[in-house]
């Protein structure tokens, strides 16, 4: 997320209330459908904001679809390591994420309809979870806790993984979607090499709770 400081004057700050109107706008659409096809006329109508407004922020809808994109995702990588920054395991930091983000679809629920609907196209994105679980396992490779020939294909199989538990989720609301996220976890971790009884154990520990603010990191964790 962005640590840049406020607009010092008026019309910077409403300049930026537009920009952040429109890109709160097209989250809504990408959480309610997807669909990246609505007008542009549509879009500054519920931004609330004059179409003419729309080309001083953006150069085309992709540019702003993709700011929302990524906003979105800032969001959610900072939302879990929020919980996360106390825990230096490898194994527990893949566990947590994928149970932290199976408890989003009701914690952060526009953030999940994003990430349902553009997800798969962000599993080697370089924001949002995506560059931290791969730092996670590439440390847990070199450290022998994970047994992996290519950690970025075991993140393209643990980003699919999890888009397909969100899935699970929305199509079968009845779900226990935490036990779920936690058989999962278990067979993400058996997955990377660690033991069965260890895996399940990892799988199972209480999450830690939130703190608020996260602590700055100067890369993703640990």
């Not at 979607?177 to 999962?184: D, G, I, P, R, S």
């Amino acid at each position: 997320m962005s640590t840049s400081a406020p607009p010092s004057n008026r019309f910077d700050r409403r300049r930026a209330a537009t920009r952040q109107a429109l890109i709160r706008a097209a989250r809504q659409i990408l959480a309610e459908s997807g669909d990246t096809s609505v007008s542009i006329q549509a879009i500054a109508e519920r931004a609330d904001v004059g179409f003419g407004s729309f080309y001083n922020h953006f150069e085309s809808k992709a540019d702003l679809f993709d700011a929302a994109v990524t906003e979105a995702l800032d969001q959610y990588g900072a939302a879990v390591d929020a919980r996360v920054h106390d825990i230096d395991d490898p194994a527990e930091l893949v566990s947590a994420g994928i149970r932290l983000s199976a408890r989003m679809v009701d914690s952060h629920p526009e953030i999940m309809e994003i990430l349902r609907h553009r997800g798969l196209g962000q599993i080697h994105s370089e924001r949002g979870l995506a560059p931290r679980a791969l730092r996670d396992l590439e440390q847990g490779t070199a450290s022998g806790r994970f047994q992996l020939n290519d950690p970025a294909v075991a993140l393209s199989t643990l980003g699919g993984s999890l888009l397909g538990l969100l899935q699970l989720r929305y199509s079968r609301p009845d779900i226990n979607v935490e036990e779920a996220a936690e058989n999962l976890a278990e067979m993400v971790l058996r997955m990377l090499g660690v033991a069965m009884d260890e895996a399940r154990d990892i799988a199972r520990r209480p999450l830690p709770e939130s703190t608020d603010p996260a602590p700055t990191r100067t890369h993703p964790h640990p």
